[in-house]
């Protein structure tokens, strides 16, 4: 299948070459080479946010029901490229094309609830209770320059999550897109220009590291969204506090879910293995990758997912038959069979499925073989470091208090689930649990009208609901007084 050319995205100024140099883009099935990709440096950063302060005062007043049509014509373009963008998340790092089209619906769900936004957000009248007749009020402005640094694993509804919100709040965006996924964040470019998104609103710039620092340490970008990982994080970090610059942080997490006698067992096997091993390949920041199940049904548990993942089938993402795909590239497949072996070594576990690379016909790409891992030693780094692949640690407990002290042995705080129909247990262990959120009788739901984030190396801020939009907003006070002496 053909791959689509790269741009830089300057606006609407469509760029093949940039001062980044080029990253040779591999297909994560065969490690063949399959694009050349054009990176941004700290030039076509400048330009970029010169060409959005130009724009950026038009922009904020332009009408909000504008927004909210260019953001509807915006969902409306996804919706009907919905295939290919399914392709495009094969392309670019080996995602199924089932799950890659699921996530186009989530894109388009989350477009659509920021477009609806545009024209309701208000300030309110404050009573002061002045007996000198003084009221406030509050009125909601945008930040102005945002910049938005998202990682590789769903850029689509990355996008959708910070770059929507952003534009729906009346900010003016610089996006920098990982370089090893640039398909869906090119076609996601072109859809926006089509959309109408006014020119120099928007640019996205595939780049690196140095294209991210340039964003971050720009004086007029006044706030940095941002999704990845820790390490990165804390360069950011560091950045945001010599400028004294706000930012929200989307940092992955080693989600728990406890599983109870009284859920439906079945179901709850079911979901656990489609989440940590067949959706993006268990490449997900809140999927619930540590099931604490309880000794009672423990064995039962374990079986039952021994005979779901045996099920799989791992291959080409392309293949509408295939669950498992490859992991992103060589690095994270090199990265997983070091924490296998050293758990192997360690005994931190009994592998009961999987915890080698694929052989065979698959042995050229980056392919992992899905892996459940027993007995899990809930101190060890399987159980403490995002595995970020095709695998699931399953680990045994007797009480509650025993549930809880493991779910919240972690630095992570992102996701939490329980599996259980007593609603008293749920409800006392929802306020127990350390997580950004708690999902109960189900797997993860990224849904639009609710806040998402986390605690702890989570990292903070939200994304989704009024306070995703908010996370755009400076609200400004406005006091009006009577105009009375001072003294008399």
């Known amino acids: 299948m053909s791959v689509p050319t790269v741009h830089l995205h300057l606006g609407n100024d469509q760029r093949t070459s940039g001062s980044g140099g080029v990253h040779e883009h591999l297909n994560p099935v065969t490690q063949r080479a399959q694009a050349t990709v054009p990176l941004a440096g700290p030039a076509e950063i400048e330009e970029g946010v010169a060409k959005a302060e130009s724009v950026r005062e038009a922009w904020r007043r332009t009408p909000p029901e504008a927004r909210r049509d260019i953001l509807n014509r915006l969902a409306d373009l996804m919706e009907e490229h919905r295939a290919e963008f399914g392709r495009m998340a094969a392309l670019d790092g080996g995602t199924t094309l089932a799950v890659g089209e699921r996530g186009v619906d989530t ?5 659509r609830y920021y477009a609806g936004w545009c024209d309701k957000l208000t300030g309110e009248l404050l009573s002061t209770f002045d007996t000198r007749g003084e009221f406030s009020y509050t009125v909601p402005e945008p930040i102005g320059i945002v910049g938005i640094i998202i ?26 897109p990982a370089e090893i996924t640039p398909f869906a964040p090119e076609l996601f470019a072109r859809l926006c220009q089509q959309a109408r998104v006014p020119d120099g609103v928007l640019s996205i710039f595939p780049g690196t590291g140095d294209a991210g620092e340039a964003i971050v340490r720009h004086k007029k970008v006044r706030k ?3 999704t990845g990982g ?21 940092l992955g997490g080693k989600s728990a879910s406890i599983v109870f006698p009284d859920c439906d067992i079945q179901a709850a096997a079911e979901r656990a293995v489609f989440w940590t091993v067949g959706c993006l390949s268990g490449q997900g920041c809140a999927l619930p990758t540590r099931q604490l199940v ?18 799989f089938k791992v ?6 038959t295939v669950m498992v795909g490859p992991v992103i590239n060589k690095a994270a497949a090199d990265r997983i069979e070091g924490m296998f072996e050293r758990a192997k070594a360690d005994k931190a576990g009994k592998f009961l499925l999987g915890g080698n690379r694929c052989g065979g016909d698959l042995a050229g790409g980056n392919f992992i073989e899905p892996t459940l891992i027993i007995d899990a030693d809930p101190d060890h780094e399987i159980s403490q470091v995002e595995i970020f692949g095709p695998a699931v640690v399953v680990m045994k407990f007797h009480t509650e208090d025993e549930a809880v002290a493991i779910a919240n042995n972690s630095e992570y705080g992102l996701a939490a689930y329980i599996q259980s129909n007593d609603v008293q247990r749920v409800h006392r262990l929802s306020e127990r649990l350390q997580a950004g959120g708690v999902y109960v009788n189900g797997g993860f739901q990224i849904n639009a009208h609710t806040p998402f984030g986390g605690v702890g190396i989570s990292g903070f801020g939200k994304e989704g609901g009024k306070a995703g939009v908010d996370e755009f907003l400076h609200y400004k006070t406005v006091t009006i007084g009577v105009g009375a002496p001072i003294f008399g």
């Open 224 to 226: 940095i969204s941002f």
């Open 230 to 250: 820790p390490i990165t994080a804390r360069k950011i970090l560091e950045a945001c506090a010599q400028e004294i610059k706000p930012s929200v942080m989307e």
């Open 151 to 176: 990682t590789w694993n769903g850029p689509l509804i990355s996008l959708a999550m910070k770059v929507c919100a952003a534009l729906a709040a009346g900010n003016c965006v610089i996006v920098k």
């Open 107 to 111: 894109a388009v769900a989350w477009t």
């Open 294 to 311: 309880h000794a009672d049904i423990y064995d039962d548990f374990v079986a039952r997912l021994k005979a779901i993942i045996g099920q």
């Open 315 to 320: 291959g080409d993402p392309m293949d509408p």
